[in-house]
């Protein structure tokens, strides 16, 4: 299995896209250093900076499409290039194969998180829009690193649609749907997708200012609406993967 | 055990209500190269999905190494090397790259592993040329290194010289043969071209719309279709004993109660002739005949389709 692992961060050499996607990260925390710049505001919440930067749309819109992405890159590769064959007489077991895809996402999520945390202090710190305290920039450590690990988990079903499929058009466009529809979801039925359900156990602390929830905080749901997600992900695609010899 | 390192029985694949593969029963025996020959589409890939396990076998059987395939998988795969289709790789990366990729999958644990195996094929080792740059040549190289790579004791090669120019043919048919006599390798290759069978293959299976049509040795197919003289009698063992004491002759088959066939070709028939006619035995006819293995092919699988 480490092997497994090992080979698929080899696979990603040269892979200029994969830095590029890594790149959006930055893109809320920049916008909220604009949004604060544009209205002038000193001194602000750091919660109400970072709830911009790193918990709003990066948890709903970007980070899901961005590891939608990379799950179909990492599936797409082999169907496209005709390796699952050479794979399979290694041989290579395939829920390994897809385990390993998973830990690629795994990790890349939480890099992208954590990215996305650094950029956010930089960008409030150094422009003066929140003062330097370290229990906030600990507090906004650790909600990144629970976002970047449930969205690996949230993302598995992107995953096994992309282990399912040749092409990338399918997936890309379900990563689309999928992310705009757990934030559709978030205000009708958050225990219905495994995007809003990761969003309620983001906020379950209730120190996220201007969250209203209309239904009440139920963590074990939220974790049960991603595991059953994930388990039909995990047999669907090994059913797939089984159709691909 | 047999001495078969591949043994298929009756093995048969049906997709929806097309067959395509029926009741095909082959023998690769150790140390042989087996050269299974058809037509495009004629089911030779299929064939070698299923002794792969690559493809679900519809009825029969398949073993690999005396043991059965489905099961098996995981102690016979990393005795066998193999190339189906078109052997595919990951384009950014280098081709020591793309092998030091699969050693690392299989465990391999020579040093030189990645370094032999591309030295065999005759690909610069830690070259900075990515597989996307590769000619077609290359790839199908370096999917023979990757096949090589883990040292396996069986070699299945589908269609190895697809694509190749006339070098790369002879090249690719170089190396194949020297897998077979330096390192001892069992080879099971598939192709449509004949010459190209003919000049590799120690065995051969003859393949047409997914059944087997013959299984003999190269050597066997050369004596019943090279040159020889055909001589029809009316005392068949008379004449035989006339051509063994007075011509000397020992190559030779009996093809029915009256048909002889001579494969010494430099003999003189008109002295044989005389000879024979002289000691009462009849000459109904006697002729030079000169048919290729091409014919044969063409004659056994009912038309064109073989180079």
Redesign the interface.
């Known amino acids: 299995m480490l ?2 692992i ?2 698929e961060f ?2 990603l ?3 200029k896209f994969v830095w590029f996607m890594l790149s959006t990260s930055l893109i809320m925390p920049f916008l909220a250093l604009l949004y604060f710049n544009y209205f002038g505001k000193k001194d602000i919440e750091p919660m109400q900076f970072y709830k911009m930067s790193a918990y709003g749309f990066t948890l709903f819109i970007i980070l899901p499409i961005v590891l939608g992405m990379l799950c179909t890159m990492l599936m797409r ?2 169907n496209q ?3 699952l ?8 077991s395939k829920m390994g194969y897809l385990l390993s895809k998973f830990f690629v996402v795994f990790v890349y999520s939480i890099c992208f998180m954590l990215i996305t945390a650094v950029a956010s202090v930089i960008f409030s710190v150094i422009p003066g829009y929140v003062a330097l305290e370290w229990g906030s920039i600990l507090n906004l450590l650790e909600k990144c690193i629970i976002i970047g690990v449930l969205s690996a988990f949230v993302m598995l079903p992107i995953l096994a649609i992309a282990a399912s499929q040749k092409g990338y058009i399918l997936p890309a466009c379900v990563t689309l749907v999928y992310a705009f529809s757990g934030f559709i979801l978030m205000s009708i039925n958050a225990y219905l997708h495994p995007i809003s359900s990761m969003a309620l156990i983001v906020i379950c602390n209730n120190d996220i200012p201007g969250v209203v929830l209309k239904q009440e905080m139920n963590i074990p749901f939220a974790f049960l609406c991603i595991g059953i997600w994930d388990i039909v992900a995990l047999l669907l695609s090994n059913i797939a993967l089984k159709r691909r ?1 | 055990m047999s001495n078969f390192l591949i043994e298929t029985k009756q093995l048969t694949k049906i997709y929806g209500d097309q067959t395509t593969v029926n009741a095909v029963s082959i023998h690769v025996g150790k140390g042989r190269i087996y050269g299974l020959l058809g037509r495009n589409g004629a089911g030779k890939t299929t064939i070698m ?1 299923m002794i ?5 076998i519809t009825s029969g059987e398949v073993k690999v190494f005396g043991q059965n395939m489905k099961g098996g ?2 102690r016979i ?1 990393p005795r ?1 090397g ?1 190339i ?10 280098t081709g020591t ?1 793309n092998l ?3 050693a ?4 391999t644990a020579a040093p030189n592993a990645v370094k032999n195996s591309l030295e065999v094929v005759g690909l610069p080792y830690k070259d900075k040329k ?1 597989f996307s740059k590769y000619s077609l040549g290359m790839k199908q190289r370096l999917g023979i290194a ?1 096949a090589i790579l883990h040292d396996p004791e069986l070699l299945i090669l589908d269609e190895p010289t697809n694509g190749l120019d006339p070098i790369g043919i002879a090249e690719m048919r170089k190396f194949i043969k020297k897998l077979s006599v330096e390192y001892g390798k069992t080879i099971l290759i598939s192709s449509h071209i004949l010459s190209e069978i003919a000049l590799l293959a120690d065995d051969i299976g003859i393949i047409d719309q997914g059944i087997l049509l013959e299984e003999s040795s190269m050597e066997e197919l050369r004596q019943k279709n090279g040159r020889y003289i055909q001589v029809q009698v009316s005392d068949l063992p008379k004449a035989t004993l006339i051509l063994e004491r007075q011509f000397g002759v020992k190559e030779y088959s009996v093809q029915d109660d009256h048909t002889l066939r001579l494969y010494n070709t430099t003999l003189d028939m008109a002295a044989i002739n005389k000879a024979l006619v002289m000691q009462d035995v009849a000459v109904i006819s006697s002729a030079f005949c000169n048919d290729t293995l091409e014919d044969y092919f063409k004659k056994i699988t009912g038309g064109e389709g073989i180079a």
Do not use: C, H, S
């Open positions: 092997n497994l090992q080979t080899l696979k050499r040269r892979r590769e082999e290039y005709d390796m064959k050479q794979l399979w007489i290694v041989p290579v010899k | 999905k792969l396990g690559l493809t679900p998988e995981k795969y066998i193999a189906i289709e078109t052997p595919g790789f990951y384009p950014n990366l790259e030091e990729i699969f690392k999958l299989r465990g990515l990757n």
